[in-house]
Structure formats: structure tokens, C-alpha cells
């Protein structure tokens, strides 16, 4: 009889545990980062990084920011950093509540510190349990200046003119290869694609496209000079 309720005793506190931890799996905050750019002609170039809080618990954040998402960048003495741009004032926090969103924004108003304009950036944020939680990353800048924003004045030519070299920098990866339960795109993240404004345009699809553009009676700010 002891056995018995010894055994009955263990499987009932196993499941009190694994209850315990499905509803803390459960109510744990849950986080999506999206990554959007506004440019508009009456408004600044605007990047802008969505929060949005898919689980049951609020959850504070108490930083935001852009991250430089591929190469590292040497100091005097040899030290390697990460450019970043703040998008949450110092000693600011934001509570989130259970499914709100909650927007940052970063506007170009003077070129940020050491990054390229080819530079992929990566949004990410960190709440008041130290967890980070990333988002896609997409080198906005580049498709601000293929969108006919002004380079801001005072600004080193070298971060915004490609290299002769130039090709679309990949993002480098948030997560290793081998954690499967992670998503794709943070193991395996890829360049823009063509396409897109995000890739500088050679001559010859530049010359394309404003032929586009002319033939179908669209003119913009950057095609006067055509």
C-alpha cells in the first residue's frame, strides 16, 4: 500500500510540474519585431520598428534599437563593436500589454555613426528580464537614397557611395545553423532581392527603369535628369 502511494504521489506531482510549465510556456510574453520605412515627400525618411506583444502577460521593454547586421567594426586597441542607432531613450521603459503593439521610430535627420548605407540593419529589443528578441534586418538606408532622400548635409561620402566591389550584403545570422526549432530566416538570412530599392541599381537598370517610368507617363524626383 506504501509503494502504491508512494507512485501515486510522484505521478501526481509530475503533473503539477508539467502543468506548471505548459501555463508558464503559455503566459510567457511573446514578441514579434516587424521593419518598416516611410518616406514620404511632406514627412522625413522614417525607419520604423513594430513590437508587437503576441502573448498573455505585459511585458516591459526597456531598450530598442537598430543594429549594423553584417561586419564588425574595429576600434583603436584592436576592439571589434556593432554600430547601433537608440530607438528608446536611456533609463526610458515601455510596457506592452497582451496583445498591443508598441512602434519606434528613428528618423534621418544626420547619418548614423559608422554605418554604411548598404548595411543591412537589424531591430531588437530587451525587456526587463534581459531577454532579446530580434527582428528581420533590411538596409533601409540604401533604400532611402534609391528613393530620392537627400544625404543629410555633413556626411562622410564614404558611408554612402558603394565600393567598386559592391554586392548586397547578407545578414548575419542570429541563431546557428543547427537549432531547427529556431525560424529559417535567423539561421539562413538572406541578401534584398534585386528587385527591390533596397540594392543599388547598376547604369544599365537604372537607364530601365526610368524607361519604365517615362513610358508609362510616371514622373518622380529622381528621374529629371533622365
Do not use: C
Not at 37 to 62: E, F, H, M, W, Y
Not at 140 to 149: C, D, H, Q
Not at 160 to 169: G, N, T
Not at 186 to 205: D, G, I
Request: proline share 13%; glycine share 6%; no cysteine.
Amino acid at each position: 500500500m506504501t509503494t502504491v502511494l508512494a507512485i501515486w504521489g510522484a505521478v501526481v506531482a509530475t503533473a503539477a510540474g508539467l502543468a506548471q510549465l505548459v501555463t508558464f510556456l503559455r503566459d510567457r510574453p511573446r514578441l514579434k519585431l516587424d521593419l518598416s520605412a516611410s518616406v514620404r515627400l511632406d514627412q522625413p525618411a522614417t525607419i520604423i520598428v513594430t513590437v508587437a506583444n503576441l502573448g498573455r502577460q505585459p511585458t516591459t521593454i526597456k531598450k530598442a534599437a537598430l543594429m549594423a547586421a553584417a561586419g564588425d567594426y574595429t576600434l583603436g586597441g584592436g576592439a571589434s563593436v556593432r554600430p547601433e542607432i537608440p530607438l528608446l531613450h536611456e533609463h526610458h521603459v515601455v510596457l506592452i500589454p497582451p496583445g498591443n503593439v508598441q512602434r519606434f521610430g528613428w528618423t534621418l535627420e544626420s547619418w548614423p555613426n559608422m554605418i554604411f548605407a548598404d548595411t543591412p540593419l537589424r531591430p531588437y529589443v530587451i525587456d526587463s528580464y534581459n531577454r532579446r528578441t530580434w527582428g528581420p534586418a533590411s538596409p533601409l538606408l540604401r533604400l532611402f537614397l534609391n528613393s530620392g532622400v537627400p544625404v543629410p548635409a555633413g556626411t562622410d561620402p564614404r558611408l554612402v557611395e558603394p565600393p567598386p566591389d559592391y554586392q548586397p550584403l547578407i545578414p548575419d545570422p542570429i541563431e546557428p545553423k543547427w537549432k531547427l526549432w529556431k525560424p529559417r530566416w535567423q539561421r539562413f538570412p538572406k541578401p534584398p532581392p534585386r528587385q527591390s530599392r533596397q540594392v543599388l541599381r547598376t547604369p544599365q537598370e537604372e537607364e530601365e527603369r526610368r524607361q519604365r517610368r517615362r513610358e508609362a507617363g510616371i514622373i518622380g524626383p529622381d528621374d529629371q535628369a533622365a
